[in-house]
């Protein structure tokens, strides 16, 4: 049994106590952090697609339309 002087006693708890919450604290903003970023990542737009690609998508989406695309094809080659 503990008696005076062995130990910290509510101190130590309580200073225990608060680190193992800070450490969970900490890995669950680290997990957050993770998943945030990984999924963000996916919604970028693509910065290698070239003028020529970026316009081949926007004629197949409808957005422009056939005389369109060629006019800027040619302007891009």
Same mark, same amino acid.
């Given at each position: $049994?503990? !008696?005076? !002087?062995? !130990? $910290? !006693?509510?101190?130590? $708890?309580?200073? $225990?106590?608060?680190?193992? +919450?800070?450490?969970?604290? =900490? ?6 952090? *993770?998943?945030?970023?990984? %999924?963000? @990542? =996916? ?8 003028? *020529?690609? +970026? *316009? %081949?998508? %926007?004629?197949?989406? =409808? @957005?422009?339309? /056939?005389? @369109?695309? @060629?006019?800027?094809? /040619?302007? *891009?080659?």
């Amino acid at each position: $049994m503990m !008696g005076w !002087g062995y !130990g $910290m !006693g509510w101190i130590g $708890m309580i200073i $225990m106590a608060v680190f193992w +919450i800070a450490v969970i604290v =900490g890995i669950v903003f680290l997990i957050r952090w *993770l998943v945030l970023s990984t %999924r963000a @990542e =996916g919604h970028k737009a693509h910065p290698e697609d070239s003028a *020529l690609e +970026i *316009l %081949r998508k %926007r004629y197949a989406r =409808g @957005e422009i339309n /056939k005389e @369109e695309f @060629e006019e800027k094809k /040619k302007d *891009l080659i």
